[in-house]
């Protein structure tokens, strides 16, 4: 046996048959279920000629049959390849062609988009399509998902599997083409699936850990993401294989969220940022709903501010609070325990893991309280690269003293006392005047206005600065927002470079179905919208 993702979610069947594995909605099954279920879709892309390293696309919005897939590719050594369902034909395209599909599993709903880009991509010869209700079966089309599991066999009679088997997580592409993350299984697995603690840094020491650990827990977990993302994929594989019920809702709704929380008395949940964390908090207010299972609350993978934050403290006193900050490509990169008293410096401040480090631009270490800024990096267990992209794989990695550390691009500040503020990416910092914008802190500036409900800030051309910093803001309905007043508000938070010069007015922020922020879609609104000077020097879009 091996450290491989599907080895860990077979150890956990065979401690807990009988325990339920997943709900969804108002569908449940139990771990024995799961694995018939996932054992019958495997056997079924066998007889097609689907086996170890081929690659399974999955196009799907939350359900237990998107986690059957996974597993189900992961059982036959393939690769599962995850698809931004919001993507239209040209994207697909890409995405079909670039990840060299083989098979496909989508939703029904969908249906038109694949049949259009098929014929373009002849390698992916082979289509399972699975009824969400809101999409007819088209004849001609695929193999239906129900039929293809009842016609093959339940069976766990698979080769052997190993931990340098392939995972691939492909990025969200915000700021441009997505990429193919790949790791080895037992790579991935201590950088995102558990199999080194994440509060004190050791491995476990083996890899029926967790299924122990969790035989007797019975833990109820729930993720808010989309599971086309690795923040959702791996909070479901983590439940997996420790024994837990894992709950997901088919999409983001606040007010379902909690209905399930308190229906199926959800334990640890976890969320992407304030997209999700803000309207879920008002929700909790409006209704009447017991949340007092709860006992962990964690953000990743997107700003958790800290104006939201102290509203979810101040409802769940009792709970955990936790935001996480990791990467596609970094893994986890350390935990912040969030309080009350807390000191703001500008970004998410973590205890940084054990192998993570500041690297400065002459690919030195930096040091606590100096000030400087640099990207994060992580050694240890790492990708490999980008899939089919060596040019880019080559830049990702950097070595200090002999050690090779991964580095994808965030920015970050090393404090006195040895924490890590994480401060944003690279490719979406703004240059004004020689000066430094991270958008992650001027947004988190922006909501904490009362009036402000969401907010992406961008830098936009300017004759002077080259780039002067700009907002596309989402007032809270009702609000009448008065950009002088919001212009003195953030002036009281940040330094005046970093405050917007430019607004933009939208009833809704564009955001990937992750909830991670669209800065395309900002900078594509403001390109098409004239602003409206106002007094004070600020400009207002609408």
């Known amino acids: 046996m091996a450290a491989n993702i599907a080895d860990l979610v077979e150890h956990a069947v065979d401690l807990v048959p009988e325990r339920v594995a997943i709900i969804c909605g108002d569908r449940r099954v139990t771990y024995a279920e799961l694995e018939q279920r996932a054992n019958r879709l495997a056997h079924h892309l066998a007889e097609q000629g689907v086996g170890p390293g081929a690659h399974v696309g999955f196009q799907c919005r939350n359900s237990i049959e998107a986690l059957e897939t996974i597993i189900a590719a992961y059982k036959l050594r393939s690769v599962p390849v995850n698809i931004n369902y919001r993507w239209l034909e040209n994207e697909l395209h890409y995405l079909y062609d670039n990840a060299d599909l083989v098979a496909l599993v989508h939703d029904s709903s969908f249906t038109e988009r694949v049949r259009a880009v098929l014929p373009s991509v002849p390698a992916l010869r082979h289509v399972i399509v699975l009824d969400d209700g809101e999409g007819p079966p088209v004849d001609g089309h695929g193999v239906d998902y129900e039929q293809a599991l009842a016609a093959s066999r339940p069976d ?153 934050q102290r509203q979810f403290l101040e409802a769940f006193p009792n709970a955990v609070l936790t935001d996480a900050i990791g990467s596609s490509e970094g893994g986890f990169n350390g935990i912040q325990m969030i309080t009350k008293d807390g000191v703001y410096t500008g970004g998410p401040r973590v205890t940084a893991g054990p192998d993570v480090l500041v690297i400065d631009d002459d690919g030195r270490p930096v040091e606590a309280g100096s000030g400087v800024i640099g990207k994060i990096g992580r050694a240890g267990p790492i990708p490999m690269g980008y899939y089919k992209d060596p040019e880019k794989t080559a830049a990702l990695f950097v070595e200090v003293d002999g050690t090779r550390y991964v580095v994808p691009g965030d920015f970050a500040r090393v404090e006195e006392d040895g924490t890590v503020t994480m401060l944003g990416r690279a490719n979406t910092s703004i240059n004004t005047g020689g000066e430094k914008v991270f958008p992650e802190e001027v947004e988190g500036a922006l909501k904490s206005h009362p009036d402000v409900f969401d907010a992406l800030v ?76 106002e007094a004070g020097g600020a400009a207002v879009g609408t």
């Open 458 to 533: 961008i830098g936009v051309p300017d004759e002077r600065f080259g780039h002067r910093v700009a907002a596309v803001i989402a007032p809270r309905p009702g609000a009448d927002l008065d950009p002088a007043a919001l212009d003195a508000h953030v002036r009281a938070l940040i330094a005046g470079y970093k405050v917007p010069r430019t607004l933009w007015l939208v009833d809704e922020i564009g955001r990937l179905p992750s909830g991670k922020p669209d800065y395309r879609w900002a900078q594509r609104h403001a390109a098409e919208h004239e602003p409206v000077p």
């Open 156 to 308: 766990r009679d698979f080769d052997e599997r190993s931990d340098d088997d392939v995972y691939i997580l492909y990025t969200g592409g915000t700021t441009g083409h997505p990429k193919g993350v790949m790791y080895r299984h037992r790579d991935v697995w201590c950088a995102l699936g558990g199999g080194i603690d994440f509060f004190t840094g050791e491995p476990l020491a083996d890899e029926w850990v967790q299924s122990r650990t969790g035989k007797d827990a019975a833990l109820v977990r729930m993720s808010l993401a989309p599971l086309i993302h690795g923040a959702a994929q791996w909070a479901a594989l983590q439940a997996l294989f420790t024994c837990a019920t894992f709950v997901l809702t088919p999409r983001f709704d606040p007010h379902a969220v909690w209905r399930a929380v308190d229906e199926h008395k959800v334990n640890m949940l976890t969320l992407v940022g304030d997209a999700m964390a803000r309207p879920l908090i008002e929700a909790y207010h409006e209704g009447s709903y017991d949340g007092s299972s709860l006992f962990s609350i964690s953000s990743q993978a997107a700003l958790f501010s800290p104006s939201v």
